[in-house]
């Protein structure tokens, strides 16, 4: 059976950012000129994380990273290989030539300016480049992307989101803040206060927002719903275990999701968590947030990413 041809785009993409949007453009349209498959190439966990010995925070999961790429940028396929010690001790030539070329295919590589790779990160953009035209494969070196004068970087924009800053981060990302899971049960505050809700488990090592309450999309089974998204420890409620919550009401909405996959994009802080001396006093300030995330839809030109491929 005949190899896969693969344009190959080489990086963590952590949040899946404008800085990775060119570098992603340019493989589909490569792919596309030569015929092969466009794809990219990234690790789990984090290259820091086993190189520290300590957790790297993350904009994305690894399936949130992988959809991102899917949706807006056309890249087919995402080979997401787990970054062992092993892996970390793998000289930079041998990873070029074994792991990229002869065993995944490529004809072409497209990376940042910033890309190290193989031990110790000796490997770098010069070096890809020329052992790519020795070997006869292509390779572009994409450089910086800058917005407002500062260089588009998931560092960046995670600072941002754990900010609450979740206009400015979207500006950055090229599409709304993302976190995707199945519905849990969780302890159903909202239904008892009228609204249908969902609760998400975010997994380490990845952040969420500021605590606080925010003008949210729910997206399940291809429909998009507004939502009021509290994130936080939901202060006034007397069984709080200490946890960190993602909770969702949904607005104009009736229906049983749990169990169902969801994506839940952020836009816009409302206000901070607060403590309330009632459930009915939280139970008022959720309507007036509600009001003021559909007014917030009604008036705003939402980001809402590139054009889904």
């Not at 963590?12 to 498959?37: C, I, P, S, W, Y």
């Not at 968590?273 to 309507?287: H, N, T, V």
Request: with cysteine.
């Amino acid at each position: 059976m005949e190899q896969k041809k693969r344009v190959i785009a080489l990086g963590f993409f952590d949040g899946v950012h404008n800085g990775h949007a060119a570098l992603m453009r340019r493989t589909a349209q490569v792919a596309k000129e030569t015929g092969a498959t466009p794809s990219a190439f990234t690790f789990d966990p984090h290259p820091q994380t086993v190189i520290l010995g300590r957790p790297m925070p993350l904009l994305t999961s690894p399936e949130d990273r992988a959809d991102l790429m899917r949706k807006y940028y056309g890249i087919q396929d995402v080979i997401v290989e787990p970054f062992t010690p092993a892996r970390m001790k793998q000289p930079w030539r041998e990873f070029l030539v074994d792991t990229l070329i002869k065993d995944l295919g490529a004809i072409h590589l497209v990376a940042g300016h910033d890309y190290h790779f193989g031990y110790k990160g000796e490997g770098n953009p010069q070096l890809l480049k020329e052992t790519c035209q020795e070997l006869g494969v292509g390779c572009d070196i994409i450089p910086r992307v800058e917005q407002d004068g500062i260089t588009v970087s998931s560092t960046y924009i995670r600072t941002l989101v754990a900010q609450g800053e979740i206009e400015r981060a979207n500006e950055f990302l090229g599409h709304p803040y993302t976190l995707s899971d199945r519905v849990s049960h969780g302890k159903k505050l909202g239904t008892t206060l009228g609204f249908p809700t969902v609760n998400l488990c975010i997994p380490a090592p990845v952040i969420v927002p500021a605590f606080g309450v925010y003008a949210t999309r729910v997206v399940v089974d291809g429909e998009s719903h507004m939502a009021v998204t509290n994130v936080g420890v939901r202060p006034t409620v007397s069984d709080n275990d200490g946890r960190v919550t993602v909770e969702g009401f949904i607005l104009d909405f009736s229906g049983d999701l749990y169990g169902k996959e969801l994506r839940m994009e952020f836009y816009h802080r409302i206000r901070g968590e607060q403590k309330f001396p009632s459930l009915q006093a939280l139970s008022l300030e959720i309507r007036r947030n509600a009001e003021e995330t559909r007014a917030y839809f009604h008036t705003a030109t939402s980001l809402d990413g590139p054009k889904e491929r």
